[in-house]
């Protein structure tokens, strides 16, 4: 039986009655903290960016049903989300017709049931088997959608994809949503939704078996349940969840093409539900913000942001498979006992240091994408706000100074912040 | 319809031991280390860089010895440094590297390279028709690619099953616990063979780049295929990596060059014409169209029916 | 009275190597029985057929009457036979809370549902402690699996196999590395959740078969060459020879 991909958190069986407030505390403040949000970061970027966000949290957690509850690694997981997309864009596109009353908010409905009518048929036979042959299967089944976009172009546009108009359909109490704050509203409230039914789904008989079917798939059969069935429900609901997000997909960008289908798109949300840590249920919700917010931010100031954000996942996998959650939560045991404070000194040293070393590797990696793409004449680029000439060897000695500086110092920080976490870490009562 | 024939096997040939080459590798990485290399097709990308800028200072000749080796070394590398961690968090924590491993090496090409296609060409010493049939020439640089692959999987046969460093490789193919326990260094053998796979798929595409253009989504675009040959032939099986790719690769070539659409071939068998438009997408696809599905739903199929493959022994 | 377990002529082989070589065997319901036999016997494997892990090349398996022969390992567990495992097989990242549930799900009826939330069933959470509590390990309930000592482990082991309240009980070498007090604790676990059940049992340590079985199958070879009482399977010059090698004087 080999080992997971990550620490695992622990299982704490859940008392019911006199906790459900403190339950429920979560989701309220949740709710309160979206609800808030576009009144506290007003600029203009900030609504869309969200958008962006909350679509790509539902994917992940959709995903992380698969990945971290269910153990299977899927490379074809936006295949679910793009053709819950294309169903939920057809659909609005025949409410605006007239033929059919569809109403915005519901819209993500019908891409939820049209994921989860594709994780059914392609289900059947991609769960018979885990591991690598399921990974395999969906890498197929990946392609083949993508493949097949082009042949059957009437449902998938062909190269322009399918437009849909969420001003045209019928509205539903006088609500309209031609406004991205309004659209963000409506996410906002789906994501509660998706996510508040996800984790219910991960409290059921079948998402506790997934957790052990993941864990010993041999012995879950021997308890008395298939793991194949196990497996083929998880993925199911897998399948609807995705295709909710699909379609909020189709209302907030009025667009869908192959592409979200494609191994990009599966590619996307292994990557960031993997960075915010698949063993937690915030794990994916972290990932999709950070992914999302680098994805949006970094690509305004680089051309290289895809690399890093590789970088960002290859540490990750090597260094930290737990992710940004489970980095997070092995500081439980300092918060409880209340030593966090110890550790500011040191990791802010270790984070500086490790800044300056960050900041003279992207200097270096940025000057060489601008000296090989050859794609301008100019002799100068703005980097960290200084502008350097990359042709000249000066920045190219400077950046390469703080990298080392920077890595030498992180020989030095490191431990000591390492050292800080274990004693901060300690349990009570031995000195 | 016999030039169409002729050519197709001859093309069908070249592709499918290009696809040997790079499939080879990979089942070999499989079959030892259990682990399915994503990064795989990154390493033929590599090559194919690598020698395009060699060739520009050095020629084309140096550059097909010494690229494939620079890949090799880096190949192992990224074992030593970064699969070998992994290994203990199992297959699946490998697969998730592997990948990470493809999606850098592809942007770090396009960071060093550039997005566009490079001209990557046809070395001239190569670059006349070989000969002239049925009113089209058959270049002789496919009769190139076509003898340095089997060449090499005649290199890699014999190694296997007539060296002791090739039998040491068997043995550690399926019993790699006992053959630690004999005495010999398994980590540095599973370096070597990740080593020489990755060497292996950057000779491919060494050869391959002038034909099949040398730009960054190369490695996407091969990558899926090999997956598939690897499991329909069977994982760690190198003669299912040969059936399979020599199968695909005449299947596809074949499928592309027939211009016939589904619904002539349905016609043809008898069945009459449906002209209703719900079936129309399906009726006018050709099978040019459908070529690219082809080795997927290929996949599927086998991957339903007989998951070990067509010859491998192991389903992960 | 039909046999909680009858095994008819049942072979298997590996490939070209048989390793059961036809076994007859009956388990009286209700009963305790022990399994013993030299290394190599097949007692693993014998097990391993009996819940479906593997097919049988020949012969037939009935549970309580029902021909069970060729089912997968959950359709036989669903009918009543639960097994445990020689070499641990817990799920190590789940709590021991979580791990005994597991063993309580199906048989409480729950299936693959996803309208019933585990944290408000009681039958469920009821039925989990109550074998928390048997095993001693109520304490431990929040622990991962996998950070038990070897003991604990193997009293959860156990204990996922009773917790369904299957009333044929196969234990695959429970007591395996077990210190004196240890196995001593084990034994008087099995008697306890194996009251009133049928319980069969692969064992190596003699003094917990003739403390705890009522009879002794012995497997020699792939073949069963005696099933009687303890004391005439102590006295058997058959099972002496196949043990020892020479027949022994009485005692």
Request: aromatic share 10%; with cysteine; charged share 10%.
């Amino acid at each position: 039986m080999s080992a997971p991909a990550t620490a695992r958190p622990l299982a704490v069986g859940r008392v019911a009655g006199a906790g459900r407030l403190r339950a429920y505390a979560p989701w309220i403040a949740a709710a309160l903290v979206l609800a808030a949000l576009p009144h506290v970061i007003r600029t203009p970027v900030a609504v869309p960016v969200m958008n962006q966000m909350g679509i790509a949290i539902v994917f992940a957690l959709s995903y992380n049903m698969l990945l971290g509850q269910g153990g299977m690694l899927s490379f074809g997981h936006a295949v679910y989300f793009g053709l819950g997309g294309f169903i939920a864009a057809h659909a609005l596109n025949l409410a605006g017709r007239g033929g059919l009353y569809l109403p915005v908010p519901l819209v993500p409905l019908v891409g939820g049931l049209g994921g989860l009518l594709c994780a059914v048929v392609f289900g059947s036979f991609s769960t018979t088997r885990a591991g690598t042959v399921f990974a395999m299967i969906s890498l197929g089944v990946g392609e083949l959608m993508a493949a097949s976009s082009l042949i059957f172009d009437r449902f998938f546009g062909g190269e322009e994809g399918i437009t849909t108009n969420r001003a045209k359909a019928p509205l539903l109490f006088g609500l309209s949503f031609t406004r991205d704050r309004e659209v963000y509203y409506l996410i906002a409230f789906w994501v509660l939704v998706a996510a508040a039914a996800m984790y219910a789904f991960s409290r059921t008989p079948i998402g506790r078996m997934a957790n052990a079917v993941r864990d010993n798939p041999e012995r879950a059969e021997f308890v008395g349940y298939s793991q194949r069935w196990v497996r083929y429900v998880s993925f199911c609901a897998a399948g609807l969840f995705a295709g909710i997000g699909g379609g909020l997909f189709a209302i907030n960008y009025e667009i869908l093409t192959a592409e979200n289908m494609g191994l990009t798109a599966s590619g996307a949300v292994l990557l960031m539900t993997y960075i915010g840590g698949i063993g937690s249920f915030v794990g994916p919700v972290l990932g999709a913000v950070v992914f999302t917010f680098l994805q949006s931010m970094l690509s305004d100031y680089t051309g290289i942001w895809l690399l890093y954000l590789g970088v960002l996942f290859l540490a990750t996998v090597l260094f930290v498979p737990a992710g940004l959650a489970g980095l997070l939560m092995l500081h439980a045991p300092a918060w409880r006992a209340r030593r966090l404070a110890g550790l500011i000194g040191p990791y802010l040293v270790a984070a500086a240091v490790a800044l300056v070393a960050a900041a003279g590797i992207v200097g270096l990696l940025e000057m060489v994408h601008f000296v090989a793409s050859a794609e301008t004449t100019r002799a100068t680029k703005r980097l960290f706000g200084i502008s350097v000439a990359p042709r000249t060897l000066t920045p190219w000695l400077g950046f390469a100074a703080l990298a080392v500086a920077g890595a030498l110092g992180l020989r030095w920080a490191g431990p000591r912040a390492a050292a800080a976490f274990a004693e901060a870490s300690r349990p009570d009562g031995r000195r | 319809m016999l030039q169409i024939a002729f050519f197709s096997v001859l093309n069908g040939l070249v592709y499918g031991m290009l696809l040997f080459m790079l499939s080879s590798g990979l089942t070999l990485i499989f079959g030892m280390m259990g682990v399915l290399n994503f990064a795989h097709a990154g390493f033929y990308m590599l090559g194919a860089y690598f020698a395009y800028t060699m060739g520009l200072y050095l020629g084309f000749w140096p550059a097909l010895v010494l690229a494939p080796l620079l890949v090799g070394l880096a190949g192992a590398l990224v074992e030593r440094c970064g699969l070998r961690r992994v290994h203990r968090f199992g297959h699946v924590a490998e697969l998730i590297f592997t990948f990470g491993v493809a999606l850098v090496i592809e942007e770090a090409v396009a960071l060093l390279w550039g997005r566009p296609a490079k001209t990557y060409e046809v070395p001239t010493l190569l670059d006349f028709p070989l000969f002239r049939v049925f009113g089209s020439s058959f270049p002789a640089y496919k009769a190139f690619m076509l003898l340095v692959a089997v060449a090499i999987f005649l290199f890699i046969f014999a190694i296997l099953t007539r060296t002791r460093a090739g039998l040491i490789i068997q043995a550690s193919l399926t019993h790699p616990g006992m053959v630690a326990m004999l005495g010999h260094n398994v980590p540095r053998v599973f370096m070597v063979v990740f080593g020489i796979g990755s060497a292996l798929a950057g000779l491919a595409g060494v050869i391959a780049g002038p034909v099949l253009g040398t730009f960054p989504g190369m490695a996407q675009v091969l990558g899926s295929i090999v997956f598939v040959v690897v499991v329909i032939g069977g994982l760690g099986s190198l003669t299912g990596a040969f059936v399979a790719s020599l199968l695909i690769g005449i299947v596809q070539t074949f499928a592309v060059a027939l211009d016939v659409s589904v619904g002539n071939v349905l016609m043809a068998a008898g069945v009459p014409s449906a002209a209703s438009a719900a079936l129309h997408d399906v009726w006018k696809v050709t099978i040019a169209q459908v070529a690219p599905i082809m080795p997927f739903l290929l996949l599927i199929v086998v991957l339903m029916v007989r998951p070990t493959g067509l010859f491998g022994t192991r389903e992960s | 009275m039909t046999p909680a377990i009858a095994l008819v002529d049942v072979h298997k082989a590996f490939g070209a190597t048989p390793i059961i070589r036809g076994v007859n065997l009956e388990i009286e319901p209700g009963t305790r029985q022990a399994l013993i036999g030299p290394n190599g016997a097949g007692k693993s494997t014998l097990f391993n057929l009996m819940t479906g892990k593997y097919p049988v090349s020949s012969g037939r398996i009935r549970l309580k009457g029902e021909d069970v022969t060729g089912r997968r390992p959950y359709e036989i567990n669903r009918r009543g036979l639960s097994r445990s495992f020689q070499v641990t097989n817990i799920f190590p990242w789940l709590s021991v809370f979580e791990n005994v549930r597991c063993g309580v799900l199906w048989s409480l009826g729950y299936r693959y549902s996803f309208w019933h939330r585990v944290d408000n069933a009681r039958d469920v959470q009821a039925r989990t402690e109550a074998v928390l509590e048997q095993l001693n390990l109520a304490g431990r309930r929040h622990v991962p699996a996998g950070v038990l000592s070897y003991a604990e482990q193997r009293a959860l082991e156990i204990g996922i196999t009773i917790a369904g309240g299957a009333d044929v009980i196969l234990l695959d070498e429970p007591t395996s590395g077990m210190s004196r007090s240890e196995t001593e604790h084990v034994v008087q676990l099995i008697r306890e959740v194996t009251a009133g059940k049928t319980l069969l049992m692969v064992e190596h340590d003699m003094g917990v078969v003739f403390d705890l079985a009522d009879r002794i199958a012995v497997l020699v070879y792939g073949e069963v060459i005696a099933h009687d009482t303890p004391e005439r399977i102590r006295a058997s010059a058959a099972v002496q020879e196949a043990y020892l090698g020479v027949p022994q004087p009485a005692a």
